[in-house]
């Protein structure tokens, strides 16, 4: 409506006034407060630019522009920002992501890193286990790193449903070059598929 508040736009410029009155009151105690108020202003932006996301495929924008302002690819906006809808039922597909399995992706590929094999095989599917053991996971490590190198840095893991799974796909960044790694979690949150590809395949 005309002249009426965004209320999104209200709640982020309530919590970033929250958060700078907490950074510019000192004090015992203020730190806290302002972990606080710093972690609602986040929840706030990511709903803005979920909300901006949105107003911009409104607008007839593509996948491929968008993720273009965002620095990503445009298949990652769409996992992220995307509104996919179930062809077997015409309903929103659940987005909402098992608490804890980005953190256990993460670890999945810090264990790699550091050859730690048997801590990746015990996060495996029966299916899984059967096809991968210590000594093929250190062969594809060690291919993987002849062709680009040791692995210097993790990045921001990113999540989404899709039917029965949650697919984590987070970036690697190594020393002469880039890749995705991707774990596939089942109902169960076992490991059902794990994988490594150059960027951008």
Do not use: C
């Not at 062969?139 to 790193?145: E, L």
């Not at 960044?173 to 991707?182: I, K, L, S």
Request: no cysteine; net charge neutral; aromatic share 6%.
């Amino acid at each position: 409506m005309r002249g009426a508040a965004d209320p999104v736009a209200g709640t982020v410029r309530a919590a970033a006034g929250r958060l700078a009155e907490e950074l510019n009151r000192p004090g015992a105690g203020s730190a806290l407060a302002a972990m606080a108020a710093a972690r609602e202003l986040s929840a706030a932006t990511d709903a803005a630019l979920q909300a901006a996301v949105d107003r911009a495929r409104a607008a007839g924008h593509s996948w491929k522009r968008i993720g273009d302002v965002l620095g990503t690819t445009r298949q990652a906006a769409f996992q992220r920002f995307g509104r996919p809808v179930d062809p077997r039922t015409g309903e929103p597909m659940a987005r909402a992501v098992p608490p804890g399995l980005t953190e256990r992706a993460v670890a999945i590929f810090t264990a790699h890193a550091e050859g730690r094999w048997a801590d990746v095989l015990k996060e495996l599917d029966e299916n899984m286990r059967e096809k991968l053991d210590a000594d093929r996971m250190a062969a594809g490590w060690a291919h993987t790193i002849a062709v680009i190198g040791s692995l210097e840095r993790i990045g921001d893991p990113l999540a989404f449903q899709a039917s029965d799974y949650t697919l984590v796909t987070i970036p690697l960044h190594f020393e002469a070059g880039e890749a995705n790694g991707r774990v596939t979690f089942d109902l169960n949150g076992k490991v059902a598929g794990l994988f490594i590809r150059p960027a951008g395949q």
